[in-house]
């Protein structure tokens, strides 16, 4: 009957014993059922246990807690108490010693409760929410005022001044004129206070 309530690595070895013709009656079969799949003799998991403590939730630290316990045996209700108290994290462990739980189970829901107000009592932060790609920006520049355009003071200078005819003499010509007394630019007689009525420039 029992390999039926067997299964996996346990199944494996009790084929390969009963091949073996090693199966005797049942203390000597209990016996090798416990040194095959029971704790190791050399194996301290009672300090084990003393040392263990919670790096994940109460649940994680309970099973590991458990598992520990399973492979232990002489150890009171209180020093299991205690032992659980003293591997909780400490703000946990701190609530349980005001809370003062009577025994291992009244510990272990505590444990749970408490771990679950610390949890609510932490503020959470939310990131700041960005604008998405949908959200409009106005790239467009500025409207400014296009001023007039200074005024060309070149070209207005060239369109209202007069054209000055400029009339060019040799050395022979500039002798004659002064010889007869004619002025440069016109044909009248130069005097004093003379003023030609067109004038030419001289080149």
């Known amino acids: 009957m029992v390999p039926f309530y067997m299964k996996g690595e346990a199944l494996s070895w009790f ?54 316990c399973n492979k232990i045996v002489g150890l009171s209700h209180e020093n299991l108490l205690n032992c659980f108290l003293s591997g909780l994290s400490p703000p946990i462990e701190r609530e349980l010693k005001i809370l003062k739980p009577c025994n291992l189970t009244q510990a272990i829901g505590m444990a749970k409760l408490v771990e679950e107000k610390l949890s609510d009592a932490t503020p959470k932060f939310s990131r700041p929410t960005l604008p998405t790609s949908t959200t409009s920006h106005n790239t467009q520049a500025p409207n400014c005022t296009k001023l007039p355009s200074p005024p060309d003071l070149t070209q207005s200078t060239s369109t209202n001044s007069p054209k000055i005819p400029i009339k060019t003499l040799s050395t022979q010509q500039m002798q004659e004129r002064r010889a007869l007394g004619l002025c440069y630019n016109c044909d009248e007689k130069f005097m004093p206070g003379h003023r030609c009525n067109t004038p030419k420039f001289l080149l």
């Open 15 to 68: 084929k390969w014993l009963y091949s073996l013709n090693q199966l005797g009656d049942w203390p000597c079969f209990s016996r090798a059922l416990e040194l095959r799949f029971g704790p190791s003799t050399y194996e301290n998991h009672q300090g084990t246990l003393f040392k263990l403590q919670q790096s994940g939730s109460v649940g994680e630290y309970q099973a590991c807690f458990e598992k520990l």
